[in-house]
């Protein structure tokens, strides 16, 4: 952070590390292939392409740097010279000062180091390749979180979240078994897919600067209301229906009432959270011996929706994903594209220009919340297709962990930042994260643990404040 | 002085406080009239337990809340069960056995981790919310491993803790401590500063305060407060319990947003936390009373959302409310709300009559038209009266206070007559299961008129007109009570209107030295007064609530400390009148043993003993006095000594109050209002059974020890009158 721009040495010192490491990553996979014999055709082929996407991602991210050629255009020449004398220096003593500016970052991988070579030595079977791969591939990554924090211009919550993807999804599939099997990639991409429905309308609130509570509450009133209705008979298209119209409604109502408490959306909705649960629960527990719970027989084409092994024309992929995927490009398509998206984010960014703009904010404030109704409603229909069976707790992991995907996507807090494709990126990030902390054999308690461990860096990253002593 | 005084009230900032205020007297009455078993001392006692870990969890999210930057810390609830869960494991690994240990882990754990926060938020500058969402998700998380299931023992020590039989326990002394930390805390230069940043924080860096440093020390002492909420939480529960974090969050923000505290920051109290959880709690209470079979749970967390989402909504009118309702100090409200409640809580208690049979013959009596009850009378008196002194008030705004005070004794004493008892039907004596007469001759209900209708009903006698003249004293003395207060305390009085009232009030109470010496009389098995004890234990309580708030009338009642004081007062005589009474509750008593020993009283009414004849004379079953006081072993030495404390501090506030600076010198010029004071006191005490050695001593004691304690209390006396003359200097 301290040089938000790099001098052209600094920029060719990293231009160059993109291509060694490429060289270096091809060469081990080449060697790795000959090693377990694989055609030479084939290692061929691998290597060439590892090392083709890897120079064409760090291209890909160079460009992003921030590069301080324009403001060099704007000097005089005398000063251009010096300043060029002073980087052919600066160049020298590159490295050098590298090391001394990251002190810290070098000890603590330095330190994570030594542990290594010491649980190394502590445990059996842990010095082997996909650990020690696994290691390099955490150094990689960090290494080039560091780098895009420091000098990409924009976008720089995508970037580092692909690279924590990408960086997680190598990570896993070294060290856990079955981590990259077709039923593994196909649970991931269930669970994100339910993550990433709810989290719609919770990126839509955030965008205007926003929270919705309300959504696990949401999601598991609507299961439980649902499975209720069907076993009172019903078609179940028509519960749907209703279900959904319940979730509209409650989206209606928070938006509504939080309108003019917009500093307290947060509590109101976790109040109206309260109160729809507390109310469904209430009436489906008339005349039941289960409290809480809904039991009875989910139709079969909508546990087909939501199930692992569900097929959408022949096809089998869960048809949930495919509704999540087209649901997700209408969504970034819109918010890119329309002026419901532009005059979004104008509300979000600054509330005195839309309104000068004539546009209403209040339209577009009950509206984002209506839409989080609908969608966390339609999560709460699916999961009841997942399950099986209505339990209300099963939107409670929702509700912290949309919000989680939302900011580690990088959609600021505040409003007007942000969009949806940066929060699939979040909601990746944490499912394959989950999947690879339950693969190393960590319990749901772990899970949450890490978790919370991990928003904080991810925010801390890209989403800081500025000083008060800059905001006067 | 005269300036300040005639100077047009300004808007209160303690406005917000209006709101939880009503919520919590309205919860409350309707809490005793549920269930009337709240208002014993068993009742109390774990009303305390329950609520204490609530209210300590609270106070901490409003001081981190107070700091600004929309920072509720969500990671309340998982800190509580973070500490709770590692001092039971410490305790089962065989560490910290002795309190000190405890507290100072469990303080310890609470300030670190809220510093460590506060160091994330200060330095690495993210988002508070980001920040305690973050701690909320680790510490659930950590908490579970740490401790898979519920489990593991307290330290045998704290087992008493949370049997919450007796008022006074350690849980209630942590209580007060914190509070009282909290009002100390809230007299330093870091508290306004505190405030200042919450309200703005880019002006109080450009001041010259150290911001970083004040959000750290609020969180710091947020984690006291957590560190103290785990441990009250422990002994509750007397176990671990790593599963209860996320509820103490949930109810912990809903009770800081009933408590009115702003969530921006910049506006909050330790009383609104207070009220705010006692909200809380009153609303379970009030559910737990109902029979809603396996749909309690939900209801119970449906009527959380609702009062969250309701106090939210109504915090959208406060601008309007501090605009419109100028001259309404929240400390008016709670006085007379307080008062209202008080004499329906001593009703649901004391008169069985009132319990929760009663209470639905009276709903069935109200569609049959049949006589009022008595606490319906004595409900819709005072609010009646209340209401209208303040209409008359307003109507006539420069009207002499004793033109005032006639109307309302015009007023009451056409209430009381336009109240002619018809004759009770028989249906409605059955209907309540109402076996005894003598029973209700020692219960409130004698208060409203029934019981004059009863006895007219058998016989006509001068014991009628004894009834009814004895209960328009009592209707009179509470209204013109509650018509003093409201005079005295409000802020536009005028000085003289206010010296009225005070005569006024010292004129009423020998009606009270009376009615105790005929409660004595009543006590010793003459059934002779129907100024019965719970009749003259409300005139007493406005009393001693008058009593005690007169030193806030000096300052006009419109800061958050005042009203502080008024809110412990009401308590601690809610306190007193418990002390002295057995802890079982009455209508257990009342029920299964009505006739006591089987006695059957000869009886003969003392006024009628004064010279006239007696015309009749009744036979009747006697019940027993209901409030088993005067037996000494009801009354624990430690309640004894903590009372004998009490009655002293009490005193001394009241000779402060007279006394007004620290010498004996300034005592003499005010002697007539100590001795009616004495006299007051004394008579309270011993109505409600305490020996009068007890009496003179604590008296002796109080009067030779009272320089020393003015002198300590004279040091914030100083301060407050600089206050007053910086104030005055800057205009």
Known sequence: ?472 | MELIETQKPKSSPSTYLIVPIVIFFLLFIFATLRGPYLISSTGFGALIIVVAPLILATYALTIIVMAGRASVDLSIGPLISFVNVGMIQLIGLGFMESPIALFAYAIGVGVAYQVFMALIIVFVRVQPIIVSLSGYLSLVGLNLIIMPRAGGLAPDWMYDWGAGINIVSPVLIILIVATAAWYLLAQTAFWGNLKMMGSDERATYTSGVNVNLVRIGAHAIGGVYAGLAAITFTSLISSGDPTQGTTYTLMAVTALVLGGANLAGGRGSAFGALLGSLNIFLITYSLSTFNFGKMQAFITDMSYGVMLVVSLLISLAIPFMQKRARGLSPGLVFLVLGIITLGVAVHAAMDQSMGIKRFAAFVASTETEDPLSAGTIILFGVVGIAVLSYIIKTLFKHISASMIGFIIVLIITAFGLIFNPDTPTESFIASTNLKTIGLDYYSMSVFGLESISQSSSTYFSFNALANSTYTLIGIIGVVLFTSLIILIMLPETKVQTKRTATILFICTIPIIAIGALFFENANQGYLASNFSGETYAILLVTALLFTITIPLVKTKINNVNNLFIGAISILALIVVYFFATDSTPIHEVASTSIVVAGQVLDYTDPIIQTGIEPIATQIIEYAGPMRVNTNAQSMTIVSEITYCIFMVVLLHIFLRLAMGETSFRSFWKYWHIATFAVIAWSGLFYAIGVPLWQIIVVIAIAIISAPNVMHIISTYIIGEHRDDAIKKWEG
């Open chain 1, 1 to 472: 952070m301290k040089t938000s721009r790099m001098g052209k040495a600094a920029f060719s010192f990293y231009k160059w590390l993109g291509f060694v490491i490429a060289v270096i990553i091809s060469a081990i996979s080449a060697v790795l292939g000959y090693l377990e014999g694989t055609p030479s055709q084939l290692i061929i082929l691998y290597t060439v392409a590892i090392f083709g996407s890897i120079l064409w991602g760090w291209y890909h991210l160079s460009v992003r740097w921030k590069y301080n050629e324009d403001e060099k255009t704007g000097l005089a020449v005398e000063q251009l010279d010096e300043e060029i004398a002073e980087d052919s220096e600066y160049h020298e003593s590159y490295i050098s000062y590298l090391i001394k500016s990251n002190k810290f970052a070098i000890i603590g991988i330095l330190a994570m180091i030594i542990a290594f070579v010491a649980l190394a030595f502590a445990m059996d079977n842990f010095f082997e390749w996909r650990n020690v791969l696994s290691l390099v591939v955490f150094f990689l990554t960090l290494l080039i979180l560091i780098i895009t924090n420091s000098f990409a211009k924009n976008n720089k919550s995508a970037l580092m979240g692909l690279a924590v993807l990408i960086g997680l999804f190598i990570m896993g599939s070294l060290i856990v078994d079955g981590f990259i099997s077709t039923l593994n990639l196909k649970s991931m991409l269930l669970f994100a897919s339910f993550l990433g429905l709810a989290c719609i309308g919770q990126t839509l609130v955030v965008l205007l600067g926003g929270l919705d509570l309300s959504v696990s509450f949401v999601i598991g009133a609507a299961n439980i209301g649902l499975m209720y209705l069907i076993n009172l008979g019903i078609p179940p298209s028509i519960c749907i229906i209703a279900v959904l119209m319940l979730g509209i409604g409650v989206g209606l109502i928070n938006g509504l009432l939080s309108f003019r408490l917009q500093g307290q959306a947060l509590i109101l909705t976790l109040g109206v959270g309260f109160i729809i649960t507390g109310l469904v629960q209430a009436l489906t527990t008339i005349g039941s011996d289960f409290g809480g719970s809904v039991f009875g027989v989910v139709p079969k084409w909508l546990s087909n929706i939501a199930a692992t092994n569900g097929t959408i024309f022949g096809i089998s992929i869960p048809p949930i994903v495919v509704i999540w995927v087209i649901l997700a490009i209408v969504l970034i398509v819109a918010l890119k594209n329309t002026t419901w998206g532009r005059n979004l984010y104008a509300v979000g960014g600054n509330r005195t220009t839309a309104a000068r703009l004539s546009i209403s904010e209040r339209t577009y404030w009950v509206g984002v919340f209506t839409i989080g109704g609908f969608v966390s409603a339609l999560t709460g229909i699916l999961l009841l297709g997942w399950s099986g069976g209505g339990f209300v707790g099963v939107g409670g992991p929702y509700l912290f962990q949309t919000i989680a995907a939302v900011v580690v996507g990088g959609t600021s807090l505040l409003g007007g930042k942000g969009g949806y494709g940066f929060t699939v990126i979040g909601v990746l990030v944490l499912q394959v994260l989950s999947s690879f902390l339950v693969g190393i054999g960590l319990s749901y308690e772990g899970q949450q643990f890490v978790f919370g461990l991990l928003i904080l860096p991810m925010v801390a990253l890209y989403a800081r404040s500025p000083h008060i002593r800059t905001q006067i």
